[in-house]
């Protein structure tokens, strides 16, 4: 029997991506709202509602580097090298929330607002650097030889900054949304108000980079506007708006799952149209999956290992937010 291994390959890094904007973006979130809540009750309570979970959701990262790194390696040098500056702010970012996120609860008094505004300023570096990374891969790497040709400031521009501002408002929309299943009362009146200004920002957003990507990109351009495809894409936007207009409609539902439903739904269809798009490229414009991928050797080796691992992420994942399923109804934990 005959596998496709590079596509096998891209959608286990795609779904690797995609688990850890859905999972560390909402604890992303949670640190990118700290500004708009300024009581210090609320504020642990907010950070405890992820604390049993926020280190698994990193899993996610690593296992789309290290996938990236094992089935396309040429991706992976090319797309660092030409990264270098987002990926380090990115990275600096995280370790700076992660020593916040821990140092906070060990501070005095008069050190805690210092490790709150690092806290916060550590997942305003992160996220922005991630949409920074997405906004430069959209544009594309200047390749010769199979190594980034370009120089060290190319994925310095008004759209990848764009891109940036962006995922901003995604993330804070998945902690606002988040929030509103983890808390009650007062906390959870806040981040309700916040869902509807919220979801028409990331909306304009995402119209603004759906309407600029296909005039920057050939490729994508002639996809989107290719009238053959129009009956199969044309669901993807269509998807989209009516999740935003349902998540608007739920900010005061009492169904407080479906907000944050909503928001996944969302983000996804985002996403998904995205990878629609630059399929099968994977160092846009022109490297597809097939002309990057590691030998067909090296490919089925770490598939087997992928096979064992994964399931093992997943479960883990699912019986870890199983076990933290209730409220945060005050400080010192779930309920």
């Not at 009146?189 to 990109?217: E, G, Q």
């Not at 495809?229 to 608007?248: D, G, Q, R, S, V």
Request: proline share 5%; charged share 10%.
């Amino acid at each position: 029997m005959h596998f496709d291994l590079p596509t096998i390959w891209a959608f286990v890094i795609g779904f690797g991506l995609m688990m850890y904007v859905f999972l560390d973006g909402f604890d992303l979130g949670i640190g990118l709202l700290f500004p708009f809540i300024k009581d210090k009750h609320e504020r642990d309570i907010m950070v405890n509602s992820v604390a049993p979970v926020w280190d698994g959701n990193e899993t996610w990262l690593v296992l789309g580097g290290a996938g990236l790194l094992a089935a396309f390696p040429m991706a992976y040098s090319v797309i660092l090298s030409a990264l270098y500056g987002p990926i380090l702010l990115m990275l600096f970012g995280l370790i700076l929330r992660g020593v916040a996120f821990e140092f906070r609860f060990k501070a005095t008094e008069s050190h805690r607002p210092m490790w709150d505004k690092l806290f916060f300023v550590g997942s305003l570096m992160a996220t922005f650097a991630q949409g920074v990374a997405m906004g430069a891969v959209i544009l594309g790497f200047q390749v010769e030889n199979g190594e980034f040709a370009g120089g060290g400031l190319d994925w310095l521009s008004p759209f990848s900054l764009f891109t940036g501002f962006s995922l901003l408002f995604a993330y804070g929309l998945l902690g606002v949304t988040w929030l509103v299943i983890k808390t009650e009362h007062g906390l959870q009146k806040k981040m309700r108000a916040l869902i509807k200004p919220l979801t028409l920002l990331l909306a304009a957003c995402m119209f603004i980079i759906s309407i600029y990507t296909p005039m920057i990109n050939e490729s994508v351009r002639d996809l989107w506007f290719n009238l053959s495809n129009i009956i199969y894409l044309a669901p993807l936007p269509i998807f989209t708006a009516t999740f935003a207009f349902l998540l608007m409609g739920a900010a005061h539902s009492k169904e407080e799952y479906r907000a944050f439903i909503c928001t996944l739904c969302m983000l996804f269809l985002g996403y998904l149209g995205l990878c629609v798009s630059l399929w099968p490229n994977i160092i846009p414009p022109s490297i597809t999956i097939y002309q990057a991928a590691a030998p067909t050797s090296s490919l089925k080796f770490t598939l087997v290992g992928v096979v064992f691992i994964l399931p093992v992420i997943l479960i883990y994942t699912f019986w870890s937010y199983r076990v933290f399923r209730g409220k945060v109804v005050d400080t010192d934990g779930y309920h």
